[in-house]
């Protein structure tokens, strides 16, 4: 996935294209959504 950054963040996330919500399995514990992609927190 490529990089993404929130706000409050200090490190990137994961952007998953056309998302809506972050994929389970990843361990994603927060996210911010960036329409229409979503950005996963921690990578």
Same mark, same amino acid.
């Given at each position: 996935a490529a990089p993404c950054f929130c706000p409050g963040k200090p490190d990137r996330g994961d952007l998953w294209i056309l998302r809506g919500t972050c994929p389970?399995?990843?361990?994603?514990?927060?996210? $911010? %959504?960036?329409?229409?992609?979503?950005? $996963? %927190?921690?990578?």
């Open positions: 389970g399995g990843y361990g994603y514990t927060s996210n $911010c %959504y960036k329409w229409p992609n979503i950005c $996963c %927190y921690p990578h």
